[in-house]
């Protein structure tokens, strides 16, 4: 199993076990998210390491490649001045030097191996934190039109019944005002028939004659009272 594998199955694994827990997919999708952010993270700061580290190691071989040719110089110099015995320790080093030239070498080829492959994970695991990342938002914003529309359900429900007491009075007010007209149509019918007049009409002519009695009983005291001047005078 290569390390992108190992590394995704370790993921999905908390990554379940996490939902499990969680009840509001936003938050589980935004909590996955950040995770897998994190271990982005972690790939590139393992990524410098080893780049860090391959510098070095390139460095003290570029400095040990120096030593070899100043050896060289000093066993010939030592052979001119006829210090054979200096040669021989000056190249004995030379070829430790050499062997760990070697090592060294060997190391900054594994590093450099190392690096080729975390870069072939980090890319990888950085497409699919995009990927994951777009798709997040996707479904986040599913989610939130689906809850949107169960609110707007709900608000449905309530506002149903509300309708419904609303109908049961205009109801009650269409039965009242049903009345109304009939009485209305009644009184209508009633007038048109002369009952309502004739009733009026004897009223109205009772009242005129009591106002024609109560005028002329004025006129006469008016009369009496003007008589009564005359006559003093």
Do not use: C, W
Not at 216 to 223: I, S
């Amino acid at each position: 199993m290569g390390l992108l594998a190992r590394i995704s199955t370790v993921f999905k694994s908390k990554i379940n076990k996490m939902v499990d827990r969680m009840e509001n997919p936003q938050e589980t999708l935004d909590y996955s998210y950040e995770k897998q952010l994190e271990l982005l993270q972690n790939v590139r700061r393992n990524i410098t390491n080893v780049v860090t580290a391959k510098k070095r190691l390139e460095l003290q071989t570029v400095r040990l490649k120096n030593d070899l040719n100043k050896i060289d110089e000093q066993a010939k110099e030592a052979l001119r001045q006829g210090r054979e015995d200096l040669a021989r320790m000056a190249l004995e080093r030379k070829v430790a030097i050499e062997q760990q030239l070697q090592g060294l070498e060997q190391q900054v080829n594994n590093l450099q191996q190392e690096q080729d492959k975390l870069y072939q994970v980090e890319n990888r695991l950085r497409a699919k934190v995009e990927a994951f990342r777009t798709k997040k938002e996707v479904i986040k914003a599913q989610y939130s039109a689906s809850e949107a529309q169960v609110r707007i359900g709900e608000a449905l429900t309530g506002l149903s019944e509300e309708l419904a007491d609303v109908n049961l009075a205009i109801e009650r007010a269409e039965h009242k005002t049903e009345e109304m007209q009939a009485r209305a149509a009644a009184i209508d019918e009633m007038i048109a028939s002369g009952i309502l007049d004739d009733t009026f009409g004897e009223k109205d002519i009772v009242k005129a004659e009591l106002k024609k009695m109560q005028a002329a009983g004025r006129v006469d005291d008016e009369l009496e009272r003007l008589k009564k001047e005359v006559s003093e005078q």
